[in-house]
């Protein structure tokens, strides 16, 4: 199994609360979050680790210098040189990737989600992307995302409004780099406008839906929400 973490994230919401370092490093419970993100993994068949890494990109790999030996993967860097959006990259982390299917978490979002069951649906389906959904109640944060019940085909994206119940894109994706064709996209773009909404329009993006845990640091209240909670989450591994 193979991972993608973007963790490249400026982190301008959270310069309040956080600074110096980029948003995946903003430390919950007296460790960076990333170390929340790689010890979640540790519960997978992990083999290797991409870090798609831009701004203040130095932190992260001093910190893995030191750290990434007690983590049983292997842990490469994808290097943005300028920003290239999120859909750039994911498309330069994908070239340091050696599977057919490679799973994406963002840096700054930890959602609790079965990946080997992910996986195997995600196999089983004529996906180029699958995305894992989590059932939320009185939101107006994230999207709406409306999927077929039937066959789990992701219908199309609603924006941000006041939303009574729904599902929600929780930020973790798979990827399938046979199906999925990045190549004529400029440097930098979108992946969730310039990506996800053109391919759910063609029926390729399918979801799954998930009730784990699920947190996304960006903004401050959620972020000490995390210094609360993380400890009981992570109990075992402190």
């Given at each position: 199994?193979?991972?993608?973490?973007?963790?490249?994230?400026?982190?301008?919401?959270?310069?309040?609360?956080?600074?110096?370092?980029?948003?995946?490093?903003?430390?919950?419970?007296g460790?960076?979050?990333?170390?929340?993100?790689?010890?979640?993994?540790?519960r997978?068949?992990?083999?290797?680790?991409?870090?798609?890494?831009?701004?203040?990109?130095?932190?992260?790999?001093?910190?893995?210098?030191e750290?990434?030996?007690?983590?049983?993967?292997?842990?490469?860097?994808?290097?943005?040189?300028?920003?290239?959006?999120?859909?750039?990259?994911?498309?330069?982390?994908?070239?340091k990737?050696?599977?057919?299917?490679?799973?994406?978490?963002?840096?700054?979002?930890?959602?609790?989600v079965?990946?080997?069951?992910?996986?195997?649906?995600?196999?089983?389906?004529?996906?180029?992307?699958?995305?894992?959904?989590?059932?939320?109640?009185?939101?107006?944060?994230?999207?709406?995302?409306?999927?077929?019940?039937?066959?789990?085909?992701?219908?199309?994206?609603?924006?941000?409004?006041?939303?009574?119940?729904?599902?929600?894109?929780?930020?973790?994706?798979?990827?399938?780099?046979?199906?999925?064709?990045?190549?004529?996209?400029?440097?930098?773009?979108?992946?969730?406008?310039?990506?996800?909404?053109?391919?759910?329009?063609?029926?390729?993006?399918?979801?799954?839906?998930?009730?784990?845990?699920?947190?996304?640091?960006?903004?401050?209240?959620?972020?000490?929400?995390?210094?609360?909670?993380?400890?009981?989450?992570?109990?075992?591994?402190?």
């Open positions: 199994m193979e991972i993608i973490i973007l963790a490249g994230g400026l982190g301008t919401r959270l310069r309040s609360e956080v600074k110096d370092v980029p948003k995946c490093m903003a430390p919950v419970a460790k960076p979050f990333l170390w929340y993100l790689l010890t979640y993994l540790k997978y068949p992990v083999s290797r680790v991409v870090l798609s890494v831009g701004y203040l990109r130095e932190v992260i790999k001093d910190w893995i210098a750290n990434g030996s007690r983590f049983p993967y292997e842990i490469d860097y994808a290097v943005e040189e300028a920003p290239l959006g999120t859909g750039g990259g994911i498309r330069l982390a994908l070239d990737c050696h599977d057919e299917n490679v799973l994406v978490l963002n840096g700054d979002t930890f959602f609790d079965d990946l080997d069951g992910f996986m195997a649906v995600h196999e089983s389906r004529p996906a180029s992307i699958s995305i894992a959904m989590k059932p939320m109640r009185d939101f107006d944060r994230y999207g709406r995302v409306m999927v077929d019940d039937e066959s789990g085909c992701i219908e199309r994206f609603c924006e941000k409004e006041p939303c009574a119940e729904g599902l929600i894109n929780g930020g973790v994706y798979a990827i399938s780099r046979k199906r999925l064709d990045l190549t004529a996209l400029p440097e930098k773009f979108s992946f969730e406008k310039e990506v996800l909404e053109p391919e759910s329009a063609r029926g390729c993006v399918y979801g799954y839906v998930s009730d784990g845990y699920f947190i996304d640091i960006g903004i401050p209240e959620d972020y000490h929400k995390a210094d609360r909670e993380f400890p009981h989450l992570f109990d075992e591994q402190l």
